[in-house]
Nanobody, 125 residues
Framework: QVQLVESGGGLVQPGGSLRLSCAAS????????MGWYRQAPGRQRELVAD???????NYADSVKGRFTISRDNTKNTVFLQMDSLKPEDTAVYYC???????????????????WGQGTQVTVSS
């Protein structure tokens, strides 16, 4: 089974910080870009930040200067450090991987993208 597993969500007060992690299953050989998306109730899923394999980053205007995305290519893991959190950051956060190569029983497969199951982030006093 090929999957991404997010962790690190929770409840935090405004102005606080959280660090999200997304780990790829061990049968994933390589990933191109990785990113974080979020979806608040009644709203469409939106890009928060993404990062290429080479380390180039891109952020939504609403999180620039507050969030930092990073990755560990050796472990196919991506992180999102969220500081100065605001109530409007409340959402389910999803990890996404692009151009995923993985193995199952020694056979290599490719898929264009892969999503995690999501982790809830709630910013409230």
């Amino acid at each position: 089974q090929v999957q991404l597993v997010e962790s690190g969500g929770g409840l935090v007060q405004p102005g606080g910080s959280l660090r999200l992690s997304c780990a790829a299953s061990e049968n994933i050989v390589s990933i191109n870009a990785m990113g974080w998306y979020r979806q608040a109730p009644g709203r469409q899923r939106e890009l928060v930040a993404d990062i290429t394999r080479g380390g180039s980053t891109n952020y939504a205007d609403s999180v620039k200067g507050r969030f930092t995305i990073s990755r560990d290519n050796t472990k196919n893991t991506v992180f999102l450090q969220m500081d100065s959190l605001k109530p409007e950051d409340t959402a389910v956060y999803y990890c996404k991987a692009d151009n995923v190569v993985y193995t199952m029983r020694t056979i290599q497969f490719w898929r264009s993208d892969l999503w995690g199951q999501g982790t809830q982030v709630t910013v409230s006093s």
